[in-house]
């Protein structure tokens, strides 16, 4: 059974930092390509970045966040991260990571972008 759980959200001025972090247990998370979705109130849940699996050298990101956000992952830890630099009003969501070819959701972390 899957599971994920997402940390590191929280309140944030513009421009300002986050390091978000996802645990996951219940398969083979070294093979597994992984990926984080956010969901703002009243809109669609979004991709926001993939990682490949095994050493994670494929990484895409959606238009919206490149430059700014990095995934990368750590098999020995069974996580993935995603450092989010000059973060901006709109990256304001709930961020869920997801196994690519799984189906389940974490819980989400609440990541706030305001002054």
């Known amino acids: 059974q899957v599971q994920l759980v997402e940390s590191g959200g929280g309140l944030v001025q513009p421009g300002g930092s986050l390091r978000l972090s996802c645990a996951a247990s219940?398969?083979?998370?070294?093979?597994?390509?992984m990926s984080w979705y956010r969901q703002a109130p009243g809109k669609e849940r979004e991709l926001v970045a993939t990682?490949?699996?095994?050493?994670?050298?494929?990484?895409n990101y959606a238009d919206s966040v490149k430059g700014r956000f990095t995934i990368s992952r750590d098999n020995a830890k069974n996580t993935i991260s995603l450092q989010m630099n000059s973060l901006k009003p709109e990256d304001s969501a709930v961020y869920y990571c997801?196994?690519?070819?799984?189906?389940?959701w974490g819980q989400g972390t609440q990541v706030t972008v305001s002054s």
């Open positions: 997801k196994v690519r070819l799984l189906p389940g």
């Open positions: 219940g398969f083979t998370f070294s093979t597994a390509a």
């Open positions: 990682i490949s699996g095994g050493g994670g050298s494929t990484k």
